[in-house]
């Protein structure tokens, strides 16, 4: 059945959360175990920028889309991203990985990713953030995030858990039906705009910046100790979901995401060979390429009330 | 409860009610009241007064015609100015005898058998008219928004068409919602006062550059010795203004260069590409109203002030809460949402033939016959009325041509002694008809929402063309457009040579139709 975009984007006003609701001082902080601590540490700072440059993908999505019921929804989703780097940023302070105020260093593949987007997100066509970031957040919510539910027994992080998850269940629900909407489009026109719009050099830097990107992250957590299966797994309801709709299987781009889906789970595929040797080589880019960090990418913070405003500013 | 009966009841003393006076009294009618809420004269301008407010049409151009003022201080007056020239027109034309102060009108209906609108004020007074006047004003009511926990905020909250000049901003943390007209004002001038200011902004509107200037003397001199002057730099300023229509009505390729100006003056002022990219519309020029304001980016930029575009959660009891999860606590919070437009309603039950409510009609959005008159509602007359308002000129300009209108029309019916002047359904459905088709293609329906628009997209504000077209569909009162109908007591030669008697359809009245070669009454 169809989704009723104008009544989610009520449901998504009604279900705002902020990071004041969670007592960040209670008991439970010390079930993080000294040997899951430097993985957990490496992996909760890819986490939060990851979700940073998702809010960033939904802001692009914003100006992309094509009803103004459709950019308020995803002015939330960019607000929403930012909400879980903000509040994964808490966590990581609860957890003492934080060196003082100072946020964790984003890796070369964030950084590669940022520029990009700042460069070209804005100017891609909707369908082609619109298949990555289904396809990211179903793994995020699939795989690490019930991983993490699983390894971590600190209470208050199940309870931020559980708020994020509501919400990306929400945004999966928003990702499908707009797939759906745009493979309802004329067979000419997708085409057209596949190939047209698509394939563009900007996209084309983007597949070298998302290939390196995606497998640094898969490595990592495969390292954590998350099972490959439940990566499958994740894929699978990204394929799934996606299935269903006839619509969703006509945008030719989720179906270039959905090929380069399974190679990714599946590590024996020769692909990796490409994947990791440029992830190899993204380590050797030297920071200097890099322009300035965007002031977007300063936001994050893991503070419930904006120090600047509170009653000692004034 | 007591009565008090004249020619023409006017509803509201601020730019429109008493634009209607001066040129009543200029015809020679003095039966006149004129019935204002307030305890003062002014409507917008006396309900504006935060700090900044200033009109974004230049005072030479936003001043009636027939009440020039020569010693406008500036380019673009401040509300100070501009009310003081408000107050200055009341005395010049000795207007205060007619106006009513603390007169709150609660109804108004239209009296069958004797052709009168009995207009009824929350003291129980009633005003009998031959003819009644809105001039209530499309920004003349303001509440704070439905935000979700408004009510729960201990701080104070203050809506800039309700400023309270007692509040001291020094020091505070300040936050500001809306970034339309009236914040961009609003916002330099609490830069420099609050110790933080955080500005929420929901859409950025397009923001071009002020020509603001200091009157230079020997022009304040020249315009009062010879008036003339005066008139030819208006004319000047209105041609001006009558050209942007090319760009800001319609979409053309002269929209693209406003935009582009726009462009470049928030590039030059603006730096950081992200905040650019904030502060970048998506819609065409003129589809919302365009901002003038040289000092608005540079107030945004400023170390104690901060813009955010996230999303408005909740607003808490220290704070509001975006959705970004992140609180910001304010010992003040600043509402610049905007008035509570009238575009689907009425201010009060207006009730016109056979109990009809106005406001029951004008649901799903109002219209009227040249935004003057509606069928079912004779002698009635709106300023400012359904489709009248100019998105590239001054509203000053649109409204001494429905003064002049209404003030022929209500002549007409006193001196052809009326029982009422009704416009007729067909023709203003298809004057409605055509207006839409033309609203179709102007860059207000371009796909923006707006004030302008309601919720379903129904455009009942706008007028769809330049001022000087409809200053040419006011300049002809086409008595062919409405059935008029004789009291009884009248005689029927007084109605024109044209007209045609038909079976009476009250008890004591005869209607009188006029044929389709009726020659129209000009000015």
Same mark, same amino acid.
């Given at each position: 059945?169809?989704?009723?975009?104008?009544?989610?984007?009520?449901?998504i006003?009604?279900?705002?959360?902020?990071?004041? #609701? %969670?007592?960040?001082?209670?008991?439970?902080?010390?079930?993080?175990?000294?040997?899951? &601590?430097?993985?957990?540490?490496?992996?909760?700072?890819?986490?939060? &920028? %990851?979700?940073?440059?998702?809010?960033?993908?939904?802001?692009?999505?914003?100006?992309?889309?094509?009803?103004?019921?459709l950019?308020?929804?995803?002015?939330?989703?960019?607000?929403?991203?930012?909400?879980?780097?903000?509040?994964?940023?808490?966590?990581?302070?609860? &957890?003492g990985?934080? #060196?003082?105020? #100072?946020?964790?260093?984003?890796?070369?593949?964030?950084?590669?990713?940022?520029? &990009?987007?700042d460069?070209?997100?804005?100017?891609?066509?909707?369908?082609?953030?619109?298949?990555?970031?289904?396809?990211?957040?179903?793994?995020?919510?699939?795989?690490?995030?019930?991983?993490?539910?699983?390894?971590?027994? #600190?209470?208050?992080?199940?309870?931020?858990?559980?708020?994020?998850?509501?919400?990306?269940?929400?945004?999966?629900?928003?990702?499908?039906?707009?797939?759906?909407?745009?493979?309802?489009a004329?067979?000419?026109?997708?085409l057209?705009?596949?190939?047209?719009?698509?394939?563009?050099?900007?996209?084309?830097?983007?597949?070298?910046?998302?290939?390196?990107l995606?497998?640094?992250?898969?490595?990592?957590?495969?390292?954590?100790?998350?099972?490959?299966?439940r990566?499958?797994?994740?894929?699978?309801?990204?394929?799934?979901?996606?299935?269903?709709?006839?619509?969703?299987?006509?945008?030719?781009?989720?179906?270039?995401?959905?090929?380069?889906?399974?190679?990714?789970?599946?590590?024996?595929?020769?692909?990796?060979?490409?994947?990791?040797?440029?992830?190899?080589?993204?380590?050797?880019?030297?920071?200097?390429?890099?322009?300035p960090?965007?002031?977007?990418?300063?936001?994050?913070?893991?503070?419930?009330?904006?120090?600047?405003?509170?009653?000692?500013?004034? | 409860?007591?009565?008090?009966?004249?020619s023409?009841?006017?509803?509201?003393?601020?730019f429109?009610?008493?634009?209607?006076?001066?040129?009543?009294?200029q015809?020679?009618?003095?039966?006149?009241?004129?019935?204002?809420?307030?305890?003062?004269?002014?409507?917008?301008?006396?309900?504006?007064?935060?700090?900044?407010?200033?009109?974004?049409?230049?005072?030479?151009?936003?001043?009636?015609?027939?009440?020039?003022?020569?010693?406008?201080?500036?380019?673009?007056?401040?509300?100070?100015?501009?009310l003081?020239?408000?107050?200055?027109?009341?005395?010049?034309?000795?207007?205060?005898?007619?106006?009513?102060?603390?007169?709150?009108?609660?109804?108004?209906?239209?009296?069958?058998?004797?052709?009168?609108?009995?207009?009824?004020?929350?003291?129980?007074?009633?005003?009998?008219?031959?003819?009644?006047?809105?001039?209530?004003?499309?920004?003349?009511?303001?509440?704070?928004?439905?935000?979700?926990?408004?009510?729960?905020?201990?701080?104070?909250?203050?809506?800039?068409?309700?400023?309270?000049?007692?509040?001291?901003?020094?020091?505070?943390?300040?936050?500001?919602?809306?970034?339309?007209?009236?914040?961009?004002?609003?916002?330099?001038?609490?830069?420099?006062?609050?110790?933080?200011?955080?500005?929420?902004?929901?859409?950025?509107?397009?923001?071009?550059?002020?020509?603001?200037?200091?009157?230079?003397?020997?022009?304040?001199?020249?315009?009062?010795?010879?008036?003339?002057?005066?008139?030819?730099?208006?004319?000047?300023?209105?041609?001006?203004h009558?050209?942007?229509?090319?760009?800001?009505?319609?979409?053309?390729?002269?929209?693209?260069?406003?935009?582009?100006?726009? =462009?470049?003056?928030?590039?030059?002022?603006?730096?950081?590409?992200w905040?650019?990219?904030?502060?970048?519309?998506?819609?065409?020029?003129?589809?919302?109203?365009?901002?003038?304001?040289?000092d608005?980016?540079?107030?945004?930029?400023?170390?104690?002030?901060?813009?955010?575009?996230?999303?408005?959660?909740?607003?808490?009891?220290?704070?509001?809460?975006?959705?970004?999860?992140?609180?910001?606590?304010? !010992?003040?919070?600043?509402?610049?949402?905007?008035? !509570?437009?009238?575009?689907?309603?009425?201010?009060?039950?207006?009730? =016109?033939?056979?109990g009809?409510?106005?406001?029951?009609?004008?649901?799903?959005?109002?219209?009227?016959?040249?935004?003057?008159n509606?069928?079912?509602?004779?002698?009635?007359f709106?300023?400012? =009325?359904?489709?009248?308002?100019?998105?590239?000129?001054?509203?000053?300009?649109?409204?001494?041509?429905?003064?002049?209108?209404?003030?022929?029309?209500?002549?007409?019916?006193? !001196?052809?002694?009326?029982?009422?002047?009704?416009? *007729?359904?067909?023709?203003?459905?298809?004057?409605?008809?055509?207006?839409?088709?033309?609203?179709?293609?102007?860059?207000w329906?371009?796909?923006?929402?707006?004030?302008?628009?309601? !919720?379903?997209?129904?455009?009942?504000?706008?007028?769809?063309?330049?001022?000087?077209?409809?200053?040419?569909?006011?300049?002809?009162?086409?008595?062919?457009?409405?059935?008029?109908?004789?009291?009884?007591?009248?005689?029927?030669?007084?109605? =024109?040579?044209?007209?045609?008697?038909? *079976?009476?359809?009250?008890?004591?009245?005869r209607?009188?139709?006029?044929?389709?070669?009726?020659a129209?009454?000009?000015?």
């Amino acid at each position: 059945m169809a989704l009723d975009l104008d009544a989610m984007l009520v449901k998504i006003g009604e279900r705002q959360w902020a990071l004041a #609701d %969670i007592d960040w001082d209670a008991p439970g902080a010390d079930k993080i175990t000294a040997e899951q &601590w430097p993985g957990l540490k490496a992996f909760m700072a890819d986490l939060v &920028w %990851i979700e940073n440059v998702g809010a960033r993908g939904f802001a692009a999505m914003a100006k992309l889309a094509p009803t103004e019921t459709l950019a308020d929804i995803y002015r939330y989703f960019h607000a929403e991203e930012q909400r879980h780097a903000n509040a994964e940023l808490a966590l990581m302070r609860r &957890w003492g990985m934080l #060196d003082g105020d #100072d946020l964790p260093e984003p890796n070369v593949n964030i950084r590669m990713a940022i520029e &990009w987007l700042d460069r070209f997100a804005d100017d891609m066509p909707l369908s082609v953030l619109g298949t990555v970031i289904p396809m990211l957040e179903v793994a995020l919510d699939g795989a690490l995030l019930k991983f993490l539910m699983d390894e971590v027994k #600190d209470p208050v992080c199940h309870q931020v858990f559980e708020k994020i998850n509501a919400d990306e269940s929400r945004h999966l629900a928003v990702d499908f039906q707009v797939l759906e909407i745009l493979g309802n489009a004329r067979l000419r026109k997708l085409l057209i705009e596949s190939v047209g719009k698509t394939l563009t050099p900007g996209l084309l830097i983007g597949v070298l910046m998302y290939i390196p990107l995606l497998n640094r992250m898969r490595n990592k957590i495969v390292d954590m100790g998350l099972s490959e299966e439940r990566l499958y797994v994740a894929m699978n309801r990204f394929k799934n979901v996606g299935e269903r709709s006839p619509g969703t299987r006509r945008v030719p781009t989720y179906q270039v995401l959905k090929w380069h889906a399974d190679m990714v789970v599946n590590r024996k595929h020769p692909y990796h060979l490409l994947a990791n040797s440029m992830v190899w080589m993204s380590d050797r880019v030297p920071a200097k390429v890099f322009g300035p960090v965007p002031t977007w990418f300063k936001e994050l913070t893991y503070e419930p009330v904006a120090r600047e405003t509170l009653e000692q500013a004034s | 409860m007591s009565e008090e009966t004249h020619s023409v009841v006017i509803i509201g003393a601020g730019f429109a009610g008493l634009g209607t006076a001066i040129r009543l009294v200029q015809s020679g009618n003095e039966d006149f009241v004129i019935l204002e809420r307030g305890d003062r004269v002014g409507g917008t301008w006396r309900d504006n007064t935060y700090p900044g407010a200033a009109c974004d049409i230049p005072s030479l151009l936003y001043s009636y015609s027939f009440a020039l003022n020569p010693r406008w201080s500036r380019g673009y007056s401040g509300s100070a100015e501009i009310l003081g020239y408000i107050d200055e027109m009341v005395e010049r034309f000795g207007l205060a005898r007619f106006i009513r102060f603390n007169t709150n009108v609660t109804s108004a209906q239209f009296r069958e058998d004797d052709g009168v609108w009995a207009v009824t004020s929350d003291d129980g007074q009633t005003y009998l008219g031959r003819a009644a006047v809105m001039a209530a004003g499309p920004l003349a009511n303001a509440s704070l928004p439905k935000i979700r926990g408004i009510d729960t905020f201990t701080g104070a909250k203050i809506h800039s068409a309700r400023w309270d000049h007692d509040y001291d901003f020094a020091g505070k943390r300040v936050a500001v919602i809306g970034t339309g007209a009236s914040a961009v004002q609003i916002i330099p001038e609490l830069a420099k006062q609050a110790a933080q200011l955080t500005v929420y902004q929901r859409t950025p509107g397009r923001v071009i550059p002020r020509t603001d200037y200091r009157t230079p003397g020997w022009t304040k001199q020249l315009f009062a010795a010879a008036p003339i002057t005066q008139r030819a730099a208006r004319e000047g300023l209105f041609w001006v203004h009558e050209s942007m229509a090319l760009g800001m009505v319609w979409s053309t390729p002269l929209t693209r260069i406003i935009e582009r100006a726009a =462009g470049a003056h928030l590039r030059r002022q603006v730096r950081d590409p992200w905040l650019r990219r904030q502060l970048t519309p998506d819609f065409r020029a003129g589809c919302k109203r365009m901002l003038v304001s040289n000092d608005y980016y540079p107030a945004l930029q400023r170390a104690n002030t901060k813009l955010i575009t996230w999303p408005i959660a909740t607003i808490s009891a220290d704070g509001i809460r975006t959705s970004d999860g992140i609180e910001r606590q304010f !010992d003040v919070i600043v509402f610049a949402t905007g008035f !509570d437009i009238t575009k689907t309603g009425t201010p009060f039950p207006i009730t =016109g033939l056979g109990g009809r409510i106005l406001a029951e009609e004008w649901t799903r959005g109002a219209e009227a016959y040249k935004s003057i008159n509606v069928s079912g509602y004779p002698n009635l007359f709106f300023t400012f =009325g359904p489709n009248s308002g100019p998105g590239h000129n001054s509203a000053l300009v649109y409204m001494e041509s429905q003064i002049d209108y209404i003030v022929r029309a209500t002549k007409l019916i006193t !001196d052809r002694d009326l029982l009422s002047m009704d416009v *007729r359904p067909d023709v203003q459905r298809a004057y409605n008809v055509q207006i839409q088709k033309r609203l179709k293609n102007t860059t207000w329906n371009s796909g923006c929402r707006s004030w302008y628009l309601t !919720d379903d997209g129904y455009n009942g504000a706008m007028y769809p063309g330049f001022a000087t077209q409809y200053a040419r569909q006011l300049g002809d009162l086409r008595l062919t457009d409405y059935v008029l109908t004789a009291h009884a007591r009248s005689n029927t030669g007084n109605t =024109g040579a044209n007209d045609r008697v038909s *079976r009476p359809r009250h008890r004591n009245v005869r209607t009188l139709e006029r044929t389709r070669h009726a020659a129209p009454v000009r000015r």
